[in-house]
């Protein structure tokens, strides 16, 4: 059984068919990259796939279960349990220390445990940042301080939109390279992203237009490391 | 346990790293606080205020001596001039310096039966003295000299002779019990009062009155006439009429303390207002972070605990300060408008507090529910 299938799910807005009919299947442990014009239901989808949105049609199966039928309430404890975000924007709570942002997800989780976090932030990185405010770390940092959230609580699956989209290519690259340690161990990922470079690292890339799926690419050589086509520096 | 810290560690530092924002909200909690509590103090201080204010309450015939003082005699004389039902007491004073651990007090002797139906308004702490060897002390001069019901105290006094500087001076002394505390927010307050015999064994001078207070319960009319005789008749005393308080006076108390408790209402409404106000705006300016801790997890129960649990924190720390700064506000007003100094309710600062935290939870309510409706997806969608 697959992780996560989705089965002829659509999203409809009125007239606008954010999604349509799309059909999917991930794999546990898989790397897949999701790609397509602004506006082809990319965040639509993920937003589903995250717990967030209900399909207006369609199944949504994850680990077995459908969450288009599940009330809020349990949507709630699925998104807790079993998924792990990192958005564009670095969300992060800007009154909350590095590790209190951390701590954050442990505490909606189960227990907050400020050494674990602590860990999860040299994981990527940031042991010595650690008791920084958001405004007092660079876009990278903050980042990096969302990724350390997102994996804090072992997810199955995390769920990346566009993560590397404000980031420079040397902060794009340390991303990557903390989404190949997690691929590494296990963790199905899901990274929505405009940048080819990135997006060609995963296994697996699906170009959506207009909220179809319009084209699938199976990554041959995979090694989970960019590969810049172009070496000069920025 | 590790649960509770982090809650606790959350919302103090969404207070104390969003200063502020959250000074408004405080601010509102605590003016709100202050002058709930402050007109809370006076409204339960109006009555004793308006007692020293109206101090005529009770006696509205007062009598002096044509020529200095009177005896108990012309003052039997004058109360025949007045029918036996309407007399309702006549007390008579005699004021002589005496002195108490070598301080010089001024004592009244009186009539405590007679004081206490021409001065209802007086308020002993204790009881009034009912034999010959007790006595009552003024408060201020109890606080000065420390005495306390049941204390046995000493009274001296020098007599007029030995006063003029004649070597030996033999005072005369008297061993008094305490047997109450008298208030009368007045100049009563400074003295002490004992029964006319301990006052004339103590100076060994004769019985004196310097003043009498009448209470009679006569149309104004009946009033004049009875101290336009006395005057006529007793050709030691002169009567003359001090305005006292009637019913409709009286009831001036009730409807200033229902002023009182009106603004107090007015007050409460107006800060609910306020905070509800303030904490829809927090709200609303934090719907991005309600978003995203609704994306990593948090249920709609959480999300209102932490907020209630904002606001009650700063309910709690408007209530401290309302709590301080109304008492100050209110002792203001005491001694500005009545002045007289407010009597300190310790009881006023924990229900201060806990009103202060109950108000700010209840108006935040209406807000917080509205975080909840806050849709995770939001976060996901870029600005
Ligand atoms: N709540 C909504 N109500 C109406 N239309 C919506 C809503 N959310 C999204 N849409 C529409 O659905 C379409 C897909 O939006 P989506 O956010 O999924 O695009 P995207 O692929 O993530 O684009 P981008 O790359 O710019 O982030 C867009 O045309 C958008 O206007
Ligand atoms: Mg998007």
Redesign the pocket.
């Known amino acids: 059984m697959s992780l996560l299938e989705l089965k002829n799910v659509s ?1 409809i ?2 007239e ?1 068919h ?2 349509d009919n799309v059909s999917l299947k991930v794999e546990k442990g898989e790397w897949v990259s999701i790609m ?12 589903i796939i995250g717990c967030m949105d209900k399909p207006t049609k369609g199944e949504v199966l994850l680990d077995g279960v459908d969450i288009s039928k599940e009330s809020k309430k349990s949507l709630t404890t699925i998104r807790r349990d079993k998924i792990g975000l990192i958005f564009q924007q670095f969300h992060l709570v800007n009154y909350l220390t590095a590790v209190e942002n951390v701590m954050l997800a442990q505490y909606y989780h189960s227990i907050p445990d400020e050494k674990e976090a602590l860990e999860a932030l040299a994981r990527v990185g940031l042991a010595d940042r650690a008791k920084h405010l958001p405004s007092q770390l660079s876009g990278g940092e903050q980042q990096r301080v969302c990724v350390a959230r997102a994996l804090i609580n072992y997810p199955e699956i995390i769920l990346a ?2 993560p590397t989209g404000n980031l420079d290519e040397a902060n794009e690259e340390v991303v990557v390279e903390l989404f190949n340690k997690l691929h590494s161990e296990g963790t199905t990922l899901i990274v ?1 992203t ?1 940048d080819p470079e990135v997006a060609e690292v995963a296994q697996r890339t699906l170009v ?1 237009r207009s ?1 179809r799926l319009a084209k699938e690419k199976i990554n041959e050589n995979f090694t989970g490391k960019i590969r810049f086509d172009d070496q000069t520096p920025v | 346990m590790k649960k509770r810290k982090m809650f606790l560690r959350m919302i103090s530092a969404s207070l104390m790293r969003r200063r502020s924002r959250m000074a408004v909200a405080l601010l509102s909690i605590a003016i709100g606080a202050t002058i709930l509590s402050g007109l809370v103090s006076i409204y339960y201080d109006v009555p004793r205020q308006m007692g020293a204010q109206f101090r005529n309450y009770g006696a509205n015939m007062i009598l002096t001596g044509t020529s200095g003082s009177f005896t108990a005699d012309d003052l039997a004389k004058a109360c025949t001039e007045i029918p036996e039902k309407e007399l309702v007491g006549a007390a008579p004073y005699r004021y002589d310096n005496v002195r108490i651990r070598n301080i010089p007090v001024v004592a009244a002797g009186t009539d405590m039966e007679q004081a206490q139906k021409t001065s209802p308004y007086w308020m002993v702490e204790g009881r009034w003295p009912s034999a010959d060897g007790e006595i009552l002390i003024g408060k201020a001069a109890a606080e000065s000299f420390r005495f306390r019901e049941g204390d046995m105290i000493e009274v001296d006094y020098t007599p007029e002779t030995a006063k003029q500087g004649e070597e030996t001076v033999t005072d005369n002394t008297l061993y008094f019990t305490v047997t109450g505390i008298l208030s009368t927010g007045g100049s009563e307050e400074n003295y002490v009062y004992m029964s006319m015999t301990d006052l004339e064994k103590l100076t060994g001078t004769g019985s004196r009155i310097d003043v009498a207070e009448l209470s009679v319960s006569a149309s104004s009319d009946l009033l004049s006439g009875y101290s336009d005789n006395i005057s006529a008749k007793v050709g030691a005393v002169s009567a003359r009429l001090v305005k006292r308080v009637t019913a409709s006076e009286a009831t001036v108390l009730t409807k200033l303390q229902g002023l009182v408790l009106l603004v107090t209402i007015v007050v409460l409404a107006l800060t609910m207002i306020c905070v509800a106000t303030t904490m829809t705006a927090v709200v609303t300016e934090r719907r991005k972070e309600i978003g995203l801790r609704k994306a990593i997890g948090a249920s709609d129960k959480s999300i209102i605990s932490e907020f209630m649990g904002e606001s009650m924190l700063l309910g709690l720390m408007g209530g401290v300060l309302g709590a301080v700064l109304g008492y100050v506000f209110a002792s203001q007003v005491s001694r500005n408008v009545f002045s007289s100094e407010l009597s300190f309710r310790p009881l006023l600062v924990p229900v201060t507090i806990i009103v202060s935290m109950f108000i700010t939870g209840l108006s935040s309510l209406m807000p917080i529910r509205s975080a909840t409706d806050v849709d995770p997806a939001l976060v996901l ?2 600005e």
């Not at chain 1, 239901?41 to 993920?46: A, F, H, N, P, R």
């Open positions: 999203k807005y009125g606008l954010a999604l397509g014009p602004s506006g082809s239901g990319k965040s639509t989808m993920m937003n939109d566009e929505v405009h959506l909220g | 969608k870029g």
